[in-house]
């Protein structure tokens, strides 16, 4: 079975910084890659940083030069290390892992972790 935790959410005044991490089970994970997707209320879910199975990493543009993504394989964890929260950072933020084969697809999500950046 496999399983995405989430964990590090919670309340941080603007200009902080916050550290969500993500451990997964029941996946070969180094296989993987590994995202950030964020979710705020009337919005619709959007990437907000991704590392492949690599090392590659991408990020939203919202975000670039803020926020860092990192993997461990041996852990079979992602980070994602934010710094210089704003308000609009706020949102329910979501694990995700996803591996596309030839004729497959494999995708898999945690249960989220708030995040609210509020003075």
């Known amino acids: 079975q496999v399983q995405l935790v989430e964990s590090g959410g919670g309340l941080v005044q603007p200009g902080g910084s916050l550290r969500l991490s993500c451990a997964a089970s029941g996946i070969i994970f180094s296989t993987y890659a590994m995202g950030w997707y964020r979710q705020a209320p009337g919005k619709q879910r959007e990437l907000v940083a991704r590392?492949?199975?690599?090392?590659?990493?991408n990020y939203a543009d919202s975000v670039k030069g803020r926020f860092t993504i990192s993997r461990d394989n041996a852990k079979n964890t992602v980070s994602l290390q934010m710094s210089s929260l704003k308000p609009e950072d706020s949102a329910v933020y979501f694990c995700n892992a996803h591996n596309r084969q030839l004729w497959y697809e494999y995708d898999y999500w945690g249960q989220g972790t708030q995040v609210t950046v509020s003075s």
């Open positions: 590392i492949t199975s690599g090392g590659s990493t």
